[in-house]
């Protein structure tokens, strides 16, 4: 189902109902083209909310593609995790508009988004505006975005580029430990930033594995908890994950 021009405001109102969302991070180098329909819609039964499409290596706009047109029916949005200009589809509802606030390179804060600006203008994709910044671990994405990775612990810089995500006026700040991290991003991380955010949304991801974790997570005050590995290596942890968040009510 097409929730193109739907995605803010589907996610707002789940917010305002005191809600926690999970999106199921699918990427296109690892997914099962097989199997993806069925997982998905376990996914959905369990109560995610979103499903993110993205990835750093390996990941082409045909590749890309295939999995939106697998995931056409469900009726939750699609929406791109770029990891470059190359991965814009009509066919998503909508991507993520990120800029990786803490790389040392100008091409992931404004360059690709220089670029890819004028492409989703005219594909009248649907844009959340997102401060993305790499935390701990990192993982690939660090490596790529040649990010200047915030230790874990120091809450004082997550919290200043999350009130910079602010400041710019970003619907989101997703705090990233990086895909597979060994440790998730701190709790007490999260409940520090959340004080000093009033509009901007946290997006959480990263090593998120278990349903205590992701619990904690979310009362912390994550707004919208990502997992994606455990998705591809354990399906049944992964849904136990998404009941757990979708009974949340804060
Ligand atoms: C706005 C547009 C079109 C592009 C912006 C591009 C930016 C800012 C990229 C930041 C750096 C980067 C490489 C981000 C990747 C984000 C992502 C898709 C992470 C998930 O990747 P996985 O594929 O799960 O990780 P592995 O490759 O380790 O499996
Ligand atoms: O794959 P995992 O470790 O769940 O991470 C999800 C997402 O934050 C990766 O960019
Ligand atoms: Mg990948």
Redesign the pocket.
């Known amino acids: 189902m097409k929730l193109k021009g739907k995605v803010k405001k589907i996610i707002q109102e789940k917010l305002s109902e005191g809600r926690v969302l999970h999106f199921s991070?699918f990427?296109p180098?690892?997914v099962d083209l097989e199997t993806l329909y069925s997982i998905a819609s376990k996914l959905v039964e369990s109560g995610t909310s979103g499903f993110l499409i993205?990835?750093?290596?390996g990941v082409s706009k045909e590749k890309l593609d295939n999995i939106i047109d697998i995931l056409e029916d469900f009726k939750v949005p699609k929406i791109i995790?770029?990891?470059?200009?190359n991965?814009?589809t009509e066919k998503a509802d909508a991507?993520l508009?990120?800029?990786?606030l803490n790389s040392d390179d100008i091409y992931?804060v404004t360059g690709?988004?220089l670029i890819?600006a004028p492409i989703i203008k005219k594909l009248r994709l649907e844009t959340l505006s997102t401060g993305?910044v790499i935390v701990g671990h990192g993982?690939?994405?660090a490596h790529?975005?040649r990010a200047r990775v915030i230790p874990y612990d120091n809450i004082e810089l997550i919290v200043a580029y999350s009130i910079m995500a602010e400041l710019f006026g970003m619907d989101f700040v997703y705090l990233e430990a990086g895909?597979?991290a060994p440790e998730p991003i701190r709790p007490y991380a999260i409940s520090v930033t959340k004080k000093y955010l009033e509009n901007t949304k946290i997006i959480v991801g990263g090593g998120i594995r278990s349903e205590e974790v992701a619990k904690e997570l979310a009362l912390a005050g994550s707004d919208i908890i990502v997992t994606?590995n455990i998705i591809e290596q354990n399906l049944e942890k992964a849904l136990k994950i998404v009941k757990e968040i979708s009974n949340i009510r804060r």
Request: hydrophobic residues 40%; charged residues 10%; aromatic residues 12%.
């Open positions: 991070l990427d180098d690892k993205g990835g750093t290596l995790f770029p990891s470059n200009v991965l814009i991507i508009f990120m800029s990786l992931y690709a988004q890819a993305y993982g690939t994405a790529v975005g895909s597979g994606g």
